[in-house]
């Protein structure tokens, strides 16, 4: 190991954590880290998937928690590797995780990974400044390299046979007297990777500072080669009409040279009442977790300032790519200041109506063409309407909704198109969706049958979007698909009720409860009348806790609904034949031992009764305590009696192959069956077959 480096990442105007956020998307940058093979998380950074959006707003969130997001946003290890190791990339992955655990001890979260882009294999470490246990922030004074840093680094050296590190070689940006090679070596790499990472001169020197270097001019040496480093006339303060679409196509690649190509442009050219020029993009977004704010770069006269917008435009738009160059942005103040800032808010609402009219526009002129990048359109267009109120008033007419056939309608075709068959008794007008089409594909089916449409919404932000539409109108209602029976999601009139008296019903509920699953969610039985041919069980979703626990995942302050299990009904068709066979199945088989407990509970029942009727009208204290320990005898005895007969009604659901195969039919139908319990299943399905 050559050289093991400390820097820390201090906060920015606007955005404090900025530089942390750059610095996390930096060392797990895909193609430096073998498409993220390299890539890792300690046991105290939580994230469903390693993502540095997820990363980043973990460690937001611990600053959040314990109040203390302002300061020093985090610390950046840099450990580099000598070429006299001959370490493979994952055992310096294995090397960089033993030095975290040694020194962080599972308390500070962190993410590492190797880069093995370059000619020298090395290794970066960022971690949060704050302790996710008891919120104490980190500081390193002077002194604790040689006591606490420089120990642990050598104890996992030695393990691995490795060169230890002295304290001379220790590089801090103090001293590194007779082993400048080394360094030099290790700058070469750094500013290897800034090469790749930058596109101007500016966002050169701007990317040094952001590291913790330092630059001082020197010399200039000249070339054969041609090195054009600035660009005295770029793209966006050319004339529109200048301009080709291959020509936009072009700059985008040469500002994000790894994206796909984006949807369209949008090129602003304003020099009264303010000066502004750029071009915004609207990027493709392949899943949720490549959404990442910050990527349109601030310019003042074609001088790079920062990548980071927030406060200039709106926060919707933060999700755009692209470049804005004003010379009327005020620089280097606070975001409050920003937003009271007149020529600011005239900057915004003018690239905020832009925005609007050019969508408008694509839509009224290219319908064709605006439906089919709809798919990639509608979170820029849900965000918008979500954070922005004028924006959701221009938006309106032009936001789409998609169905399960794959037709796209504005909310006025399609109200229009499903008001008179999906309005419900009580007038809403009740719009049926999906989540996922091949996952809710019987439910689906099912609302067809009844001449229902059925929506797709599977986006990120579906969900609150379903409940700004409903907060819009409050007579229309978003149901999906398996939140209840068919004949309930939209009620016509009164529907038809089971003829199970609520004896058998009762029964019942403990036959089926005996193979309900133990884990994975909640689960009650209900019995309805939904015909012969209809399924004999199906489970539905609660729509209002699952719509908040989708929410949750999104909002950390909805944490009370994302910690609740999933709720489910196993409904049970009483009309369905195999049911009604396993009712009197049950009752054939049970009679000879229920019988003798039904009539137990009658009769203490009877003497219960019997009580309440001699004491009847007095008060609590006249009542003899005599009959008030009587009165707790026989329910004692009832509960008892009760417990017993549940006891034997489950272990005859246990035995019962056939309630367990309904049962997991339907937890099949819904994704819900994995594992040991698909395993019985199948052999189960084997065995009746034979």
């Known amino acids: 190991m050559a050289i093991s ?23 797990m940058n895909p193609e430096k880290t073998n ?100 919120g104490m922030k980190y500081h390193y004074k002077k002194g604790d390299w040689e006591k606490d840093i420089l120990p642990c680094v050598n104890k996992v050296c030695k393990k691995w046979g490795l060169k230890e590190l002295r304290l001379e070689e220790r590089v801090d940006q103090e001293r590194y007297g007779e082993h400048k090679n080394k360094w030099d070596d290790f700058l070469r790499a750094e500013i290897d990777d800034m090469i790749q990472e930058v596109s101007t001169y500016q966002e050169f020197l701007l990317e040094l500072t952001k590291r913790d270097y330092e630059w001082k001019d020197g010399k200039y040496v000249d070339t054969e080669e041609d090195n054009i480093i600035n660009d005295t006339n770029p793209l966006w303060t050319r004339k529109p009409s200048e301009l080709k679409e291959e020509d936009y196509q072009k ?50 006269n074609q001088v790079y300032v920062s990548d980071s917008v927030e406060g200039i435009v709106p926060e919707y738009l933060t999700l755009l790519h692209g470049v804005i160059d004003s010379p009327d942005i005020p620089l280097n103040v606070s975001r409050s200041y920003l937003q009271s800032d007149r020529n600011v808010k005239k900057i915004s609402n003018h690239i905020t109506k832009k925005v609007a009219d050019s969508l408008t526009d694509i839509f009224k002129n290219n319908r064709e063409e605006y439906e089919k990048k709809w798919d990639d359109l509608k979170v820029f267009i849900q965000y918008g309407m979500l954070t922005d109120e004028k924006f959701a008033e221009r938006a309106n007419p032009i936001v789409l909704l998609k169905d399960t056939d794959g037709k796209y309608f504005t909310l006025e075709e399609y109200e229009n198109l499903v008001k008179v068959n999906q309005t419900d008794k009580d007038n809403h007008i009740v719009y049926l969706y999906a989540t996922d089409v091949q996952e809710q594909y019987t439910y689906i089916q099912a609302a067809k049958d009844k001449g229902y449409d059925v929506l797709v919404m599977d986006g990120q932000l579906d969900t609150h979007f379903i409940n700004h539409i409903e907060q819009k109108n409050a007579d229309h209602k978003f149901l999906r698909v398996d939140s209840d029976v068919i004949d309930k999601l939209i009620p016509k009139n009164e529907t038809k009720e089971t003829d199970w008296s609520e004896a058998e019903q009762e029964e019942m509920k403990d036959v089926f409860n005996a193979q309900l699953p133990k884990e994975g969610g909640m689960y009650v039985v209900n019995f309805e009348a939904l015909g012969e041919t209809a399924d004999p069980v199906l489970i539905t979703r609660s729509e209002f806790m699952r719509r908040m626990k989708e929410m949750a995942a999104m909002n950390p302050g909805m944490g009370f609904y994302g910690a609740m299990d999933d709720q489910f ?105 994995k594992g040991e319990a698909l395993n019985k299943f199948v052999k189960r399905s084997v065995e009746l077959i034979k």
């Open 251 to 300: 700059f985008y690649r040469e500002l994000y040279p790894m994206a796909q190509d984006p949807l369209f442009h949008i090129h602003l050219n304003v020099d009264y009442p303010f000066n502004l020029t750029g071009i915004l993009y609207f990027p493709k977004i392949d899943n949720k977790f490549e959404i990442q704010k910050n990527k349109i770069q601030l310019y003042s």
């Open 5 to 27: 480096k400390l820097m820390h990442m201090k906060e920015t105007a606007g955005n404090p954590s900025r530089h942390l956020k750059r610095a996390i998307e930096y060392i």
């Open 569 to 673: 009904t196993l409904v049970v068709n009483t009309d369905h034949k195999l049911v009604k066979n396993i009712l009197a199945d049950e009752q054939k088989e049970m009679a000879a031992k229920l019988e003798p407990i039904d009539f137990e509970i009658k009769e203490n029942e009877g003497k219960k009764t019997e009580i309440d009727e001699l004491n009847k009208g007095k008060k609590e204290d006249e009542i003899p305590q005599v009959d008030k320990d009587r009165k707790k005898e026989y329910d004692d005895k009832i509960n008892g009696l009760r417990k017993q007969k549940q006891e034997l009604l489950q272990e005859y659901g246990k035995g019962n192959q056939v309630v367990g195969q309904l049962i997991d039919l339907a937890l099949l139908a819904n994704g819900l069956l």
């Open 35 to 134: 498409d993220q093979k390299y890539v890792k998380v300690n046991q105290a950074l939580y994230v469903n998937q390693i993502n540095s959006e997820q990363i980043y707003e973990r460690m937001l969130h611990t600053k959040r928690i314990f109040g203390k997001e302002w300061g020093r946003q985090g610390y950046h290890f840099i450990i580099s590797f000598a070429d006299q190791d001959h370490i493979t990339p994952e055992e310096a992955v294995q090397i960089i995780d033993e030095i975290q655990r040694e020194y962080l001890k599972d308390v500070y979260e962190c993410v590492y990974a190797v880069h093995d882009n370059t000619e020298h294999l090395h290794g970066h470490l960022i971690f949060n400044s704050i302790d996710c246990v008891k």
